[in-house]
């Protein structure tokens, strides 16, 4: 089992920049890759991005890759998502998945488990 908890959603003015992690517990060591999917009211949830377990690979959805960068920090087992120049569009709740199978998942059928997703609002 594995255990992800996100944190740092909020309200925020267009324009701005949040920072959400994910904390991940449990059996971390069977974690191949982290994602981070949003889902905006009365629609899917989408990819936003994903990183590697090591960190050493990226990806990132187009509708965003300019706009966010995703790290993690080995010692605390913890994923972040930075966004910046947010817009109202970017208004969802956003959820961190862990997949445990090779290969960074693009969609959210190939991830394992799933915080309980964090709101971001982003006021116009």
């Known amino acids: 089992q594995v255990q992800l908890v996100e944190s740092g959603g909020g309200l925020v003015q267009a324009g701005g920049s949040l920072r959400l992690s994910c904390a991940a517990s449990?059996?971390?060591?069977?974690?191949?890759?982290m994602g981070w999917f949003r889902q905006a009211p009365g629609k899917e949830r989408k990819f936003v991005g994903a990183?590697?377990?090591?960190?050493?690979?990226?990806y990132y959805a187009d509708s965003v890759k300019d706009r966010v960068t995703i790290s993690r920090d080995n010692a605390k087992n913890t994923v972040y998502l930075q966004m910046n120049s947010l817009k109202p569009e970017d208004t969802a709740v956003y959820y961190c998945?862990?997949?445990?199978?090779?290969?960074?998942?693009?969609?959210?059928?190939?991830?394992?488990?799933w915080g309980q997703g964090t709101q971001v609002t982003v006021s116009s």
């Open positions: 990183v590697s377990w090591s960190g050493g690979v990226a």
């Open positions: 449990g059996r971390t060591f069977s974690i191949y890759a």
């Open positions: 998945a862990a997949d445990l199978t090779t290969g960074i998942g693009t969609t959210h059928h190939e991830y394992d488990y």
